[in-house]
């Protein structure tokens, strides 16, 4: 064998243990991988690190025996760990779980797999997927294609310096020469990449070429996560074997007097064998590392192939039309994380900034539920318009507001606060939605892998048209009356949530369009329908839309209107049109992007919204599954440059519709999210139809909770401010400058006086560390507070003008989230001065106060 993983590590002396009894049986070169699964194993990791060979990040014992909140805490530390001690690391257990009896993972997994990559991942496992799944080729090959394409998203510059710097821990420590010279290596590689650009492939620019014959050379290398294959040449097979586990290896037998040029020219087509096509534009770099024959020190030369160079296959998502997306220019997520042991290990007891949004349903609308979900972190309630009618959606408003005014009643007297806390209440609009039509009897059809298939365009007579197979032939409808002038030969439909695939083969006609399916499967009746890569030439609104935004959302007085499959700022604006003329100036739009085409337009989408929905639910079947943390990352960093407010929904805790502890995927999946910059996550069936409501409230709150710890509060702010388009508006130079100077003097609390909510917006635009206690009179702003990032609506009955009238009030709420604010504390204290004069336009000012001061 070539390497044995050893469950439930916990020492030092285990790994020592497990290598004298692999030594004694001629098990010399056997690596071991020591699976970390309990606290005394992270406890003691530092001196497990330094025997051991590999690590498994074991998260399936790991997330029994510690909180599950602390899961993703622990796998960046681990992975970093590994990464800085050039030990390579598995990320197991969990990833693509649902594959076992879904041919596509859920949108938690996706994001997951990606992540790990991003962590430093070496190699990711499947387990259950692969073992017992119904799908194992499937399942690798989407964990593959993730794979793929998170390492598209890596910027190798940022990750080698890190890397490199914590090794020599600035300057004052030396690497071995050996080290050193493989550590060059990898910075050549670095040197030759070419920005990879989405609109259009992209040539691997260099390979690194290794003779080595105990692999150590190549291990060195890898250590510092060079962005291209790195070739392991080796005549030793078990060296070659071991190089399947560690990041960029590939092996290439070999023996050791192999010339440098011969041997470059046998790892180009060895490329070219594992499908990278041939582009004849340019010869292609090897950084060339070997022994040298007299001393067997490594030395490294550069050779340009004389072979073409290898196109990476196409990473990046495509317009409607089929071609490739172009970009104005790339989006850089900068994401720093900090972890440690202490994080780990001990329970935290400050408020949390991430708010958590919950779709009613028959499982909690129920006035105790309410109540306790409120309890466990709920911020706001979301009416999910797709399902249900106006008077059963009224009454479970009413519920809602009825518990939230009680309850604020309760902790306005508890605290002594002067006015109550607000919740808030989003209604999520059906949209423009595709679904298959009636089946004669009603009963379901076997669609058959490989069959041929009639799909007629019925429009709005979907309820009435019935599908039908018999020996001659398979007939369905879908409700979308624009299907043929839509699609082309070879577009994809997809239906039932992607479980049938179907490959357009022709247009018959206007109505009528010939398919192949592509997988076999039972179709039902009204079942959702996407169609990936095609423009849905539908209105943003139907006729149903308007109704529930008229007659409720305005005249409810809801706080929010998510506005699904928003594809253009011209929908916006007729979502901005609808309220406006109807009593809801103060009801904010966040738009759902959940296709191609609301991608391909999202600049000048949030250029007009109110905020975003990251919907993954159709998004994951509109683009390729791979491609999801792509988006995912690229619209949360575009909403927090411009200072909007962005939410990440579906299928984050999932399985807590049936368990009451959700999968490790899940675990990290909310973590990431927050670390990405999300304002906002949301649960949908996990409380609207679960068995355990509360419980995936509490454990998705304690999740942001801890990971809001993770952030590295400088690097944010640095990366938020600098790519802020300068000049900046006058009031958002003051507000940001807050947000420094709190950072900077330690200040306990920002506190804001705000009439509208726009400045309190700007604070939280650069997401401080600490409470944003937002000052005003009118509830709309306090409810606001509900989705703005660490942001506390503080109401009060008059307009609180000076510090002296905010304080108290302040001083009160901070105890309500269990942060007291005491004489002697700095707070930074934002608001608008008097007017001067008639020019005198910018008013917004900021000062440090210290509490029980004179000043």
């Given amino acids: 064998m070539d390497f044995v993983a050893a469950s439930f590590v916990q020492s030092k002396g285990d790994v020592e243990f497990i290598r004298r009894v692999l030594d004694e049986a001629g098990g010399q070169n056997i690596q071991i991988i020591s699976k970390i699964e309990n606290q ?4 003691n990791f530092d001196e497990i690190l330094k025997v051991t060979d590999g690590v498994m990040v074991a998260r399936g014992d790991l997330g029994m025996e510690i909180p599950s909140e602390k899961v993703p805490i622990a796998q960046k530390l681990l992975i970093t760990k590994c990464n800085v001690a050039g ?6 257990t969990q990833m693509l779980e649902s594959m076992i009896e879904s041919p596509r993972p859920t949108r938690a997994e996706m994001t997951d797999v990606a992540n ?3 962590d430093g991942a070496d190699a990711v496992m499947l387990s259950g997927e692969s073992a017992n799944g119904s799908f194992p080729g499937i399942a690798v090959r989407t964990m593959a294609s993730i794979v793929s394409n998170a390492e598209m998203g890596i910027n190798y510059q940022s990750q080698y310096s890190f890397i490199r710097n914590q090794n020599v821990k600035g300057g004052t420590v030396e690497l071995t020469e050996v080290e050193s010279t493989c550590s060059a290596a990898s910075k050549i590689a670095v040197s030759f990449q070419t920005p990879m650009r989405p609109e259009k492939q992209t040539p691997h620019d260099c390979i690194v070429v290794v003779v080595t014959e105990d692999g150590e050379f190549a291990d060195l290398v890898s250590k510092y996560r060079p962005p291209c294959p790195v070739f392991v040449a080796s005549p030793n097979e078990q060296v070659l074997r071991h190089a399947r586990a560690k990041y960029g290896q590939l092996p290439i037998k070999v023996p050791l007097n192999e010339g440098p040029s011969s041997l470059v020219t046998k790892c180009v087509r060895y490329l070219g064998k594992l499908g990278h096509s041939v582009s004849m ?10 022994p040298d024959p007299q001393s067997k020190e490594p030395f490294v030369r550069v050779i340009r192939s004389s072979q073409p160079g290898l196109m990476r296959r196409p990473s990046s998502m495509m317009h409607p039309s089929g071609t490739m997306m172009a970009a104005e220019g790339d989006v850089v997520c900068r994401r720093s994380t900090n972890t440690s042991l202490e994080l780990i290990s001990k329970p935290l007891d400050v408020p949390r900034a991430t708010n958590v949004i919950c779709t009613m349903g028959p499982k909690c609308w129920d006035e105790a539920t309410i109540s306790k979900l409120l309890d466990a972190g709920m911020d706001c309630i979301r009416l999910n318009f797709s399902h249900g009618d106006h008077k059963g959606h009224l009454e479970v408003l009413e519920r809602f507001r009825s518990v939230a005014s009680r309850k604020g009643e309760e902790l306005k007297e508890k605290y002594g606060l002067a006015g109550k806390p607000f919740w808030a209440s989003l209604l999520d609009t059906k949209g423009p939605e595709i679904r298959t039509a009636m089946l004669r009897d009603h009963a379901p059809i076997m669609l058959e892998a490989g069959q041929e298939i009639m ?16 020996k001659e032939e398979t007939v369905i409808g879908l409700s979308y009356g624009r299907l043929c002038q839509s699609v082309e030969a070879g577009n994809i439909i997809l239906l039932a949530d992607g479980s049938i695939s179907i490959e357009v083969i022709s247009i018959v006609n206007r109505t009528v369009c010939k398919g192949r399916v592509n997988n076999s499967a039972k179709l039902g009746e009204r079942k959702n329908c996407n169609l990936p890569g095609v423009k849905v030439d539908l209105p943003v609104l139907t006729d149903k839309d308007i109704d529930d935004l008229v007659n409720f959302a305005c005249r409810f007085k809801m706080d929010y209107v998510a506005a699904s499959f928003v594809q253009s700022a011209e929908d916006v604006r007729f979502v901005r049109d609808i309220l406006d003329e109807n009593g809801g100036k103060d009801i904010s739009i966040i738009c759902k992007i959940e296709n191609a085409e609301g991608l391909k337009n999202f600049d000048e ?6 905020g975003i929905m990251v919907a993954r639910g159709d998004l994951g079947m509109e683009i390729p599954p791979e491609k999801v943390p792509f988006a995912q990352k690229m619209m949360i960093t575009k909403c927090n440059l411009k200072g909007k407010m962005v939410v990440t929904a579906t299928q984050m805790l999932e399985s807590m519709i049936q368990n009451p502890r959700p999968t490790r995927a899940e675990m990290t999946d909310v973590a990431n999210a927050v670390l990405d910059g999300t304002d906002c996550v949301m649960l949908s069936g996990e409380t609207a139809n679960g068995d355990f409501p509360v419980a995936a409230v509490a454990t998705m709150a304690a ?6 710890q993770m952030v590295d509060i400088d690097k944010r702010y640095k990366y938020i401010h600098d790519n802020t388009p300068k000049p900046m508006h006058d009031a958002e130079a003051v507000t940001s400058a807050s947000v420094q100077c709190a950072m900077d003097m330690g200040a306990k609390a920002i506190i804001v006086l705000t009439t509208t909510g726009r400045s309190a917006a700007l604070v939280a635009k650069y997401k401080p560390s600490i409470p944003v206690f937002v000052c005003a009179k009118y509830p709309e702003v306090a409810k606001q507070c509900r989705t703005w990032y660490g942001t506390h609506g503080v109401l009060s009955t008059e307009p609180m003008k000076k510090i002296h009238e905010a304080i108290p009030q302040v001083q009160a709420y901070s105890k309500m989230l269990g942060v ?3 004489d002697g504390d700095q707070v930074v204290f934002v608001c608008r001065r008097p007017q001067r004069h008639k020019d005198d336009s910018q008013r917004l000012v900021f000062r440090v106060f210290v509490l029980g001061s004179a000043s």
């Fill in 40 to 43: 005394e194993g992270l406890r």
């Fill in 87 to 92: 030990k390579f690391v598995i990320c197991a």
């Fill in 116 to 118: 790990a990559v991003y």
């Fill in 281 to 290: 534009a340019k010869g292609l770099r090897a950084v060339f590392l070997g």
């Fill in 455 to 470: 799909i007629h365009a019925v429009g709005d007579r979907y309820t009435e048209f019935e599908g039908y197979k018999t």
């Fill in 605 to 610: 989408i949030l250029a007009l919204t109110d």
């Fill in 703 to 708: 999740i942001c909770q801890n990971a809001e």
């Fill in 820 to 822: 007291e604010i005491k």
